[in-house]
């Protein structure tokens, strides 16, 4: 059942949204419903909601001894 839901918000919060809306070939109330349907009653687990070549990366970096200087030196490497 589909119910209808008014909300007060600033005018320019409200003329980004119907600009972003367009955007995205949606309707402000889809852009509402979205996010609220994105909502959990519960929190959330750790690490739910990372995606799995994320995941892979986790510890990656463990025991690597890196600073500043590496990213440096990284950079120069690559963009010189």
Known sequence: MRTK???????D???RAKS???R???????M???YLASLEAKPREPGLGVT??????????????LDLEDYHRHLEDKYL
């Not at 995205?24 to 889809?30: E, I």
Request: proline share 3%; charged share 30%.
């Open 52 to 65: 799995p070549i994320v995941r892979s990366l986790k510890g990656a970096l463990r025991g690597a001894h």
């Open 24 to 30: 995205r070939g949606k309707s402000v109330s889809q």
């Open 13 to 15: 919060l409200i003329r």
């Open 5 to 11: 839901l008014t909300l007060r918000l600033d005018e």
């Open 20 to 22: 972003s809306a367009k």
């Open 32 to 34: 509402v419903a979205d």
